[in-house]
């Protein structure tokens, strides 16, 4: 008899909406079956195009995403978007819900939205969002949008996933130069000074332009596009330059740089899997020496160095760990 992730599963490869989200949500909430999830599916991935959109907030990032929604959507694209929002305080979702953001889009069969809220996974938000990717992908949206509120170091690693990484700004408040002190500049292939019509437009693209022209003369040099998103102005020319920078791409493709992107994955994999194996454990009440190496910790008769250098020496402990913090739920 077929387990429910087994049904979920084949419900999923039949692109039924639900098992999709319910899937994506297993992933949320960091379920012990996610390993398990992405096993079966991954060898269906590699197939979407990936668009990072981040830059400060204001810039007028959820309209830009909106307008391109609308363009491929006029190719005929399966378009994808998560929207990587701030937590909400109150309730620990996210504080911009995937129905008010896009209204537009909300009954197209042909557009998936999704927010992934922030709270609670820290450093292990970027592999919750690339496993959230690999579903999309999986699923078989051709575009798969990913739009991130801020430019801190997370939102950093989580561009990482994308094949065209778009940054955002504005003509107010210098900024470009913000742009740059945030590190944007080096991970930006295309830049866009949204709400063009404002004063100080042009001075915005002028300082982007000189960072990019002091860049060393090696590889692609990033385009500085205006827009006004909230009227459609400039968005064809965006997506043109997105698939500019696709083509571009192809044909100087790399496979060590897609080498040393599957090496930060599963060096990423591992660790998020031994953290939440053993956060499982202990939590469940693993026994054994690393249950009674936890009472020391807590009792503070014990420092988590020594602690640790004492468990990971005992191959005994850590196998313990491993198994008991295992994925067994999928053994239904």
Known sequence: MASKLDSLLDRFAKQDRLALARLITRVENRSAEVSTVMERIYGRTGHAYIIGVTGAPGAGKSTLVNQLVVKYRAQNKLVAVLAIDPSSPFSGGAVLGDRVRMTDHYRDPGVYIRSLSTRGHHGGLSRAAREIVKLLDAFGHDIIIIETVGVGQTELSVMDLADTTVVVTVPEGGDGVQVMKAGLNEIADLFVVNKADRDGADRIKAELELSVHLRPAVGWRPLVLMTQASNDIGIDALVQAIGRHGDYQREHHDPARDGERRTREFIEVLTSELEERTERALKNGAGGSAERVLGEIREGSLNPYSATR?????????????????PKAVRE
Request: proline share 0%; no cysteine; aromatic share 0%.
């Open 310 to 326: 004492r468990i990971i020496e005992d191959h005994a402990a850590i196998a313990r760990l491993l198994d008991e913090g295992g």
